[in-house]
């Protein structure tokens, strides 16, 4: 029999993102489709489907040959019904059965997933997490996302709730507002979007940057700006580099206070500054946390890039086959 | 063939209490004996092994009807090895054997377990936890414990640091030094030794209240006379619980967005406060969490009081023999 293979499915805001991956995590072939949330739930269940099917068709092979399927999606969610509830990146969609949908099309074992759960077991399973009994993978985008695997569990939650890291609370005293509208999140400090706020506070007061021109053009200006201002020598962008290492080195820690896991994973558009942000992360802490976790737990940034959401996809579909196959 | 019966040994840095357990949780027999740490490891580890042969006589049964042991400790250890590495609280120990010197002198399977998890279990097990899929304990004495157990497993993470909760960091802007050494720590913030710091401080500033007379004798004030003055409509008081309880429900919020447990237990000491305390972190967590594990996930006081420690120590013990007996 040939081995199994597998279809992971990574449903975002503006595109969808489908690969064909083997029982090894190599992705045979991947195609992206716009999302296209306005056109309606039906309308995004059939793209759904599409693109599963241009995937396995791009892979030159035959949908039979397709063990199971995986399917991860941004939102609120009740990942035990296999339902998006409400999500902000996917109006207007609302209460959409996206499980059943898939299970009942192409007749196949679906698992369904987050997003960033599915990213971090795409790292856990080939990335940068291979190899670890346990990891804690950060997303840094937009916003800050979080999934946590235990050996091969992904920590779901009760409720659908585990992992949402980027809501952890860092700040009593004078915290900052969330997108979420809650506050003293980790995400209102060290999101992508932060940043860009953090900084044009600070050039509102410290004009000696290279970055001062943009108080006046504000929304030009991105993170990966201010990372680069920093490599080159900025004093304020340097600053703000600092402390958004020192607020993602607290949110680290405590996940090393909880969890305790052999690794934790930097992922996402904002993890392009590469190992030296990563330096000083670890840098803090090693004086933030105890000295055993803090000295053992390694740091890493992901590796599968825009893969993570599809292969991880691909890899919760294969844990749901090989249980089926041992019950 | 007997319903098998466990001992569950708890060793504190004062005294050590060892219960005989049956396979429902019940309580036969148990006895107290002091630890007197400052006799030596070698004295301790005798020591534990007469508690345990004390329990065993007290219930009026034969060793041969234990099928298994289980040892809570304090301080920092290698809970894969079975060994307490460096425990504060039982000074002059250092790496002691406790499983394997347990395990040997009565030749039963024998579990070592962290204090606070094994407390975690016994609560998950047969207390205020019972008929949960996953809880949080958070202990509230001297210090500020934690336990989390996801389905019959204890996060014991993968350096023995798994659910250290009171030193997660909840403030980054201003924060208070921790027994730990470290800064912004809950256990800083809504220990019993914090509470009443907390209060100390504020009646230097605020001398109208039935406390005042506490600032000459700082020595005698305890977390009781505050959580007893709060109850009796003393303002200070009343806002130093109103602010414990906003501390722990800042440590809640982020266990429902990590873990997402069904329950958090609240133990310790401190809880002698009460549902009305319960109550305080119930309404803050609500503002603070997202909704839905806001809602959905119970906060109770744990039940098993002194008992939670020996009891979830057998609890270890009774899993170890299932998992021996499955395999």
Request: charged residues 20%.
């Amino acid at each position: 029999m040939a081995a199994p293979l597998f279809v992971g499915l990574d449903v975002g805001g503006t595109t969808m993102k489908a690969g064909v991956v083997d029982d090894e995590g190599q992705v045979y072939a991947a195609v992206n489709m716009p999302t296209e949330a306005h056109r309606g739930q039906e309308f995004g269940l059939n793209r759904m489907a599409d693109t599963i099917v241009n995937a396995v068709v791009a892979a030159r092979i035959d949908l039979d040959h397709i063990a199971a399927i995986g399917v991860a999606t941004p939102g609120t969610m009740d990942l035990r019904a296999g339902v998006i509830l409400d999500p902000p990146n996917l109006r207007p969609w609302q209460n959409v059965p996206v499980r059943k949908y898939i299970g009942d099309r192409f007749q196949k074992p679906t698992a369904f997933q987050n997003d960033a759960n599915a990213a971090a077991m795409g790292e856990f399973w080939i990335g940068a997490g291979r190899g670890s009994h346990s990891m804690v993978l950060f997303t840094l985008g937009t916003g800050v996302g979080g999934g946590i695997v235990i050996g091969d569990l992904i920590l779901e939650g009760e409720h659908s709730h585990g992992a949402e890291l980027g809501h952890m609370k860092i700040e009593i005293t004078n915290p900052r507002q969330c997108g979420c509208g809650r506050w003293g999140c980790l995400e209102a400090y060290a999101s992508a979007t932060a940043v860009v706020k953090r900084t044009l506070e600070h050039l509102e007061k410290e004009s000696l940057s290279s970055l001062a021109s943009y108080v006046s053009r504000p929304s030009e200006l991105t993170a990966r700006d201010i990372f680069n201002a920093a490599d080159k020598g900025d004093a304020v962008a340097d600053k703000i580099v600092e402390e958004t290492a020192y607020y993602l080195a607290v949110g680290t820690t405590n996940m090393l206070h909880s969890i305790d896991p052999d690794m934790v994973v930097f992922g996402g558009g904002m993890t392009a500054a590469g190992t030296g942000f990563l330096r000083r992360i670890h840098n803090h802490v090693k004086h933030l946390a105890f000295p055993v976790p803090g000295e053992k737990c390694e740091l890493r940034l992901a590796k599968l890039g825009s893969d993570a959401g599809c292969t991880g996809a691909a890899a919760c579909g294969r844990l749901l086959h090989r249980q089926q196959r041992q019950n």
